[in-house]
């Protein structure tokens, strides 16, 4: 079976904080949220966390989907240190 590709569309991709079940090291509290509109763009996001969830974010930036997802637009992944904070990574089409 061959698979479609949405590599030709243009994706803006947003990050929130989900879910904090405990003190966040490095300060982010439940609603954060971060938009990346271009890939080069700087985010103000713990660098542990953001180590850990960039391919997640790059992925969807270009436009790939997760197999094992009930919506191809969107992400759950927990920070690793401790799995305390929970991320929600949406995409839109722009």
């Not at 243009?10 to 490095?26: D, F, H, T």
Request: charged share 30%; glycine share 6%.
């Amino acid at each position: 079976k061959e698979r479609k590709t949405n590599m030709a569309k243009k994706y803006r991709v947003n990050i929130e904080i989900e879910k904090l079940s405990g003190e966040c090291a490095a300060g982010h509290a439940e609603g954060d949220s971060w938009t990346l509109e271009r890939i080069e763009q700087p985010l103000a996001i713990c660098p542990v966390a953001l180590v850990a969830i960039w391919q997640k974010i790059y992925a969807l930036f270009l436009g790939a989907d997760f197999p094992w997802a009930e919506d191809p637009d969107v992400a759950h992944f927990s920070c690793p240190d401790r799995g305390i904070v929970t991320f929600r990574i949406t995409r839109e089409e722009i």
